[in-house]
């Protein structure tokens, strides 16, 4: 008796030719849902990866196949559970994250030139942001200052929508002054970081030296980040279809 080619069974074959991992807002472009009989396809992609035992999450919004657990933890450098090995590659993910919402949303996305081979992924964040070439937008004192930030958007008269840093396990305090530096352009300014760091980022911005700043910046989750990425994803994969 053929067995039943299952919603599950795709999802598993998609990762399987993937290499083994995808992110939630691929697979909304990778699985073939046509026959599937629902108005929803991207929200049953999204309960078979959380309810599947042969799925497991390495990142929020990222997912894999337990059959290749080994061979992608490797990929990916996590062979332990230490800060260095989770930084490393939180960092370049969440970057990179970031960069595919910009993108999305039709904004140019820079990335500053020391961080243009990380990964996210298996892509060097160079090949998916538009420049590693900061516009030159004003004086030189304040593009020199702008010139580390970890990702910024730019609106069509490259000028700059806003800026983000990721802050995994460093100084909130110092992504903070950056921004106190910039803060004469009507940008938005956001601190990316764990949720259990959003405390330590209330006390940084109550400081009376950054009271000017306080409701300017913003902290957005891990969690926030990857809500927004697949949110996009599913509004790009509607617009496919039309």
Not at 125 to 154: G, K, M, Q
Not at 194 to 216: G, I, T, W, Y
């Amino acid at each position: 008796m053929t067995q039943k080619y299952t919603q599950t069974m795709q999802v598993i074959d998609t990762l399987r030719k993937h290499g083994g991992y995808a992110t939630l807002g691929e697979l909304y472009h990778l699985v073939d849902t046509s026959s599937w009989k629902t108005k929803t396809p991207n929200e049953s992609i999204r309960r078979i990866v959380q309810n599947s035992a042969d799925i497991f999450r390495i990142q929020p919004g990222l997912w894999a196949l337990e059959e290749c657990r080994n061979e992608v933890l490797d990929k990916f450098d996590i062979v332990s559970k230490d800060n260095t090995d989770d930084s490393i590659f939180t960092h370049g993910y969440y970057q990179g994250l970031i960069i595919q919402i910009g993108n999305m949303k039709h904004y140019s996305t820079y990335v500053p030139a020391q961080d243009q081979h990380r990964k996210f992924l298996d892509k060097p964040l160079a090949d998916i942001c538009s420049s590693v070439i900061l516009p030159n937008f004003s004086y030189d004192e304040l593009t020199n200052r702008a010139r580390t930030v970890d990702v910024i958007w730019f609106n069509e008269r490259k000028m700059p929508n806003s800026f983000f840093e990721v802050e995994h396990t460093t100084d909130i305090q110092n992504s903070v002054a950056k921004f106190c530096d910039l803060s004469d352009f009507y940008s938005r300014f956001y601190i990316v970081a764990p949720q259990n760091r959003k405390e330590q980022f209330l006390k940084v911005m109550n400081r009376s030296a950054f009271k000017d700043m306080k409701d300017r910046i913003k902290f957005s989750s891990y969690e926030t980040i990857c809500e927004e990425y697949e949110m996009m994803c599913r509004l790009q994969t509607k617009t496919d279809m039309i």
